[in-house]
């Protein structure tokens, strides 16, 4: 079963190097280029995994989009991997709720691998949204 991921980033070239980087991974990938939009695709895609900019211009930031995300009980399961080139954004990410935190640069092969890694723990024990 193809996994859903999806891309909130402001930078396209960053989409772009994420979609690229995944492109002979078995997803499906959707791209929102603010919080605002990748909120609302995120309730209606329901991805297994998140791929979230902790600096972004706009209405919310990346923390802000991880913490309304985390408080949707429907996305329970979602999986949330923030990325930054601010290595002190790393505390504020996984406090905001992220899974694990990527620093920027990162290379393709270290972005494949995690992906990977993510999305098969997640299918080993997925989480049902309707459990308490």
């Known amino acids: 079963?193809?996994?859903?991921?999806?891309?909130?980033?402001?930078?396209?070239?960053?989409?772009?190097?994420?979609?690229?980087?995944?492109?002979?991974?078995?997803?499906?990938?959707?791209?929102?280029?603010?919080?605002?939009?990748?909120?609302?695709?995120?309730?209606?895609?329901?991805?297994?995994?998140?791929?979230?900019?902790?600096m972004m211009p706009g209405e919310i930031d990346g923390v802000q989009t991880c913490q309304r995300l985390r408080a949707e009980p429907s996305l329970a399961?979602?999986?949330?991997?923030m990325?930054?080139?601010?290595?002190?954004?790393?505390?504020?990410?996984?406090?905001?709720g992220a899974n694990f935190f990527l620093g920027k640069p990162f290379s393709p092969a270290k972005l494949l691998e995690l992906t990977e890694v993510l999305l098969r723990a997640r299918k080993a024990h997925p989480v049902d949204p309707q459990t308490p």
């Open 1 to 54: 079963m193809t996994s859903k991921v999806l891309i909130i980033d402001d930078n396209a070239e960053i989409r772009r190097l994420i979609r690229w980087s995944l492109e002979d991974c078995d997803v499906t990938l959707q791209e929102a280029p603010n919080g605002t939009l990748g909120l609302s695709m995120a309730q209606t895609l329901r991805p297994d995994l998140v791929f979230l900019d902790v």
């Open 77 to 81: 399961g979602m999986l949330i991997v």
């Open 83 to 96: 990325v930054s080139a601010d290595a002190r954004a790393k505390q504020r990410a996984l406090d905001a």
